[in-house]
T-cell receptor, first 116, second 112 residues
Framework: AQSVTQLGSHVSVSEGALVLLRCNYSSSVPPYLFWYVQYPNQGLQLLLK??????LVKGINGFEAEFKKSETSFHLTKPSAHMSDAAEYFC??????????????FGKGTKLTVNP | DVKVTQSSRYLVKRTGEKVFLECVQDMDHENMFWYRQDPGLGLRLIYFSYDVKMKEKGDIPEGYSVSREKKERFSLILESASTNQTSMYLC???????????FGDGTRLSIL
């Protein structure tokens, strides 16, 4: 069964530092993977998605993620953190259920703090 | 731009009440979803629907039901609210397979 593990429920970085948020997945078939961001008191917004095209996926706000099949990872990075990046980030994998419908399985989330 | 609107941002109800959470999307999406979000647990799928009048149980359907009479509207029903259903509820929709889900801003529900 597909599942997602996000390593580190809280990550703290300084403004201008590299952001690295880790996500590992388990899947018996080639996965479709997503990163979402949730700002305080808002719903989730799509940052980027991987659907088996390029392994390096660029998203909004300067974020990117690299799909590594050998490591079953899809880590999210940003070269230089900005104060506005403070939010909670969710990794998700697409799961096809019996009958052909599809749902997302989410990780537990990583809360990013950016220090001035 | 896709808009998913949840009828209430904050709601306070009493145990035993029947509670309705409403969600409307304006992009003619086939699929709609209800999640609950709790600290440290991430998002958990309650129910989803891939067509009008169709519904499928998610991972935690107990104590909930749903209704989808029209394509744009997906309602979550707490038949008899209990305190352990105090949570943030998020509605989402998407066009089809492997398409990104678009989320509403959530309803923070407190059951007293």
């Amino acid at each position: 069964a597909q599942s997602v593990t996000q390593l580190g429920s809280h990550v703290s970085v300084s403004e201008g530092a590299l952001v690295l948020l880790r996500c590992n997945y388990s899947s018996s078939v080639p996965p479709y993977l997503f990163w979402y961001v949730q700002y305080p008191n808002q719903g989730l917004q799509l940052l980027l998605k991987y659907t088996s095209a390029a392994t390096l996926v660029k998203g909004i706000n300067g974020f990117e993620a690299e799909f590594k099949k050998s490591e079953t990872s899809f880590h999210l990075t940003k070269p230089s953190a900005h104060m506005s990046d403070a939010a909670e980030y969710f990794c998700a994998v697409s799961l096809f259920v019996q009958g052909g419908s599809e749902k997302l399985v989410f990780g537990k989330g990583t809360k990013l703090t950016v220090n001035p | 731009d896709v808009k998913v609107t949840q009828s209430s941002r904050y709601l306070v109800k009493r145990t035993g009440e029947k509670v309705f959470l409403e969600c409307v999307q304006d992009m003619d999406h086939e699929n709609m979803f209800w999640y609950r979000q709790d600290p440290g647990l991430g998002l958990r799928l309650i129910y989803f629907s891939y067509d009008v009048k169709m519904k499928e149980k998610g991972d935690i359907p107990e104590g909930y039901s749903v209704s989808r009479e029209k394509k744009e509207r997906f309602s979550l029903i707490l038949e008899s609210a209990s305190t352990n259903q105090t949570s943030m509820y998020l509605c989402a929709s998407n066009r089809g397979e492997v398409q990104p889900q678009h989320f509403g801003d959530g309803t923070r529900l407190s059951i007293l």
